[in-house]
T-cell receptor, first 111, second 113 residues
Framework: LAKTTQPISMDSYEGQEVNITCSHN???????ITWYQQFPSQGPRFIIQ???TKVTNEVASLFIPADRKSSTLSLPRVSLSDTAVYYC????????????FGKGTRLSVIA | NAGVTQTPKFRVLKTGQSMTLLCAQD?????MYWYRQDPGMGLRLIHY???????AKGEVPDGYNVSRLKKQNFLLGLESAAPSQTSVYFC????????????FGPGTRLTVL
């Protein structure tokens, strides 16, 4: 699996847009980019997955530049309930290579 | 659908004791996983299974054993618990492999004294 680098922590005020960037310089051609969210005392929850350009769902948007060496998770107008750890994972969407979760980015939303 | 359930939710063991953590999923998923998460850390994969009757080692398998006798269940065993195994254990399952969506259980908080 491609090694990923993301900020350890971020702070944001309620109502702001939050962008969390993940670097994955050695991403392979068949790798996808996946983000998970983990609230305190809960298991991680899948948020979004993409391969290139832009993906949007009801929770977030994922922006992937043409070279795919990084990606940005965008959370629009965050609220206190978005306080969580966000994990970026990069790897193929098939085969038996298991996921590797890093330490993620701890997002703290302040009122 | 209950999704992924884990039993028990909490447990305190003494060093050297044994126990089994049970994970059950009702989504007919082929793939199941056991992770541990230590304070302030990400998840580390202990063992995983790609189908009924199969198991494989993950990143930190030492001190643990697993079994997948039924497709819906994945058991994690600690034969002789050590304080270093104090952690929160998460089970997950998925329909396909790779970085596709995994569904996680609520976790088991284990303390080994």
């Amino acid at each position: 699996l491609a090694k990923t680098t993301q900020p350890i922590s971020m702070d944001s005020y309620e109502g702001q847009e939050v962008n969390i960037t993940c670097s994955h310089n050695n991403i392979a051609t068949n790798d996808y980019i996946t983000w998970y969210q983990q609230f305190p005392s809960q298991g991680p929850r899948f948020i979004i997955q993409g391969y290139k350009t832009k993906v949007t769902n009801e929770v977030a948007s994922l922006f992937i530049p043409a070279d795919r060496k990084s990606s940005t998770l965008s959370l629009p107008r965050v609220s206190l309930s978005d306080t969580a750890v966000y994990y970026c994972l990069v790897g193929p969407n098939s085969g038996n290579t298991p996921l590797v979760f890093g330490k993620g980015t701890r997002l703290s939303v302040i009122a | 659908n209950a999704g992924v359930t884990q039993t028990p939710k909490f447990r305190v063991l003494k060093t050297g004791q044994s126990m089994t953590l049970l994970c059950a999923q009702d989504m007919n998923h082929e793939y199941m996983y056991w992770y541990r998460q230590d304070p302030g850390m990400g998840l580390r994969l202990i063992h995983y299974s790609v189908g009924e009757g199969t198991t494989a080692k993950g990143e930190v398998p030492d001190g643990y054993n697993v079994s997948r006798l039924k497709k819906q269940n994945f058991l994690l065993g600690l034969e002789s618990a050590a304080p270093s195994q104090t952690s929160v254990y998460f089970c997950a399952s998925s329909y396909t492999s790779g970085v596709n969506e995994q569904f996680f259980g609520p976790g088991t908080r284990l303390t080994v004294l």
